[in-house]
């Protein structure tokens, strides 16, 4: 069994076969799945979708590029919604992203501590995008997350850096980019950090594995990934598949899997 911690089936590029996806998911043992928010508006289709599907949890959050949205009444409104349902497991996907100018840097900081401090006040585990943004992910989650747990979503940044937040206790997401060719980084982070703090990802749509690369992705491609991550630990598919699924289990607190 494979747990799929990072997706986006609500995204419109599901809307022709999402149903389809996701029985398949469940049919060939890819689950739990868990669908990240990144705003107001997939808060509550995330919400749907855990209605909906018994293997289907959620994490809400603004994410950094939608921050700007955020606000005190947004944030009172995402707590709620964390507490309406016990299917909610954390936090996210929050974080920094400074691969375009907007929203201003200064917005996305606040809106990233505010949410650090939600994920506190409701201890739940956090779920955080950073691209292009390593020193003040880093400087921020040491100073306002440090005692929180988490993941590290599509990590993307050096071993350094993955050594220093395992060492805080976070769990580092790898997905498709394993795969790909040109993933020298990535693959030094994967040899260097203890396979007991990797969780599996697909960030579906997004970022599909080879041979797949380029196209939409799904969950039911994550086992190209368990495979990359078997052949560099040494392992085999199964093992690296039972590890990482502990692994989500553990950081998300999950105690019966029914279904
Ligand atoms: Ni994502």
């Known amino acids: 069994m494979i747990f799929e911690t990072h997706a986006h089936y609500d995204d419109e590029a599901f809307d022709v076969d999402r149903d389809k996806i996701l029985k398949l998911c469940y049919e060939e043992k890819v689950y739990p799945v868990i669908n990240a928010a990144v705003n107001g508006k997939t808060c509550e289709a995330t919400l749907k979708l855990t209605r909906e599907y018994p293997f289907v949890y959620g994490v809400l959050g603004f994410h950094p590029s939608d921050a700007a949205d955020y606000n005190d009444e947004e944030r009172d409104l995402l707590r709620q919604r964390c507490l309406s349902s016990d299917k909610i497991l954390g936090i996210g996907e929050i974080g920094l992203d400074y691969h375009y100018d907007e929203p201003d840097r200064e917005i996305q900081k606040e809106v990233f501590i505010s949410q650090l401090k939600l994920a506190r006040e409701l201890s739940l585990p956090v779920v955080i995008h950073s691209r292009d943004a390593a020193k003040d992910t880093m400087d921020i ?15 993307s940044y050096h071993l350094k850096d993955a050594l220093e937040y395992v060492k805080m206790g976070y769990y580092i997401g790898v997905g498709g980019v394993l795969t790909f060719k040109n993933a020298h980084k990535l693959r030094e982070v994967v040899e260097g950090i203890p396979i007991e703090r990797i969780l599996l990802e697909t960030d579906s749509p997004y970022l599909a594995p080879v041979p797949y690369r380029g196209k939409r992705n799904c969950s039911l491609y994550l086992t190209f990934v368990a495979d990359a991550l078997a052949e560099m630990k040494g392992i085999s598919r199964e093992e690296a598949e039972r590890i990482t699924f502990d692994n989500a289990v553990r950081l998300f607190g999950i105690k019966d899997i029914q279904i």
């Open 141 to 155: 989650i040491k100073e306002y997350g440090a005692d929180l747990s988490g993941v590290i979503h599509c990590y």
